[in-house]
């Protein structure tokens, strides 16, 4: 079974502000590159999901919060987001 992480698309795409949140997410991605050779032929993967629903996005006013889950959800192809239980099925390969 792959060994999953999670990193972020603010690791290559950065937003204005949150500044740690980007790092942490280009990080992930990088720790995952080193294992991924080190454990080959095991799969190691990070997964950059976009906007999830969660408390990471408490501290926007509602209007603000609404406006960035409804823009992430009309760029993607089914026209909708998710939750975080919804992506913890679909990593779990």
Do not use: F, K
């Not at 799969?43 to 603000?64: D, F, H, I």
């Amino acid at each position: 079974m792959p060994d999953t992480t999670d990193a972020g698309t603010a690791g290559g795409r950065p937003l204005p502000g949150p500044s740690v949140v980007s790092a942490l997410c280009g990080a992930m991605e990088s720790l995952t590159r080193a294992p991924a050779l080190e454990l080959a032929p095991l799969r190691v993967m990070a997964v950059a999901p976009g906007v999830v629903r969660t408390e990471l996005w408490r501290e926007l006013p509602g209007a603000e919060r609404e406006g960035l889950y409804g823009a992430a959800a009309g760029s993607l192809p089914v026209g909708r987001g998710a939750g975080p239980r919804m992506w913890r099925r679909r990593i779990c390969i």
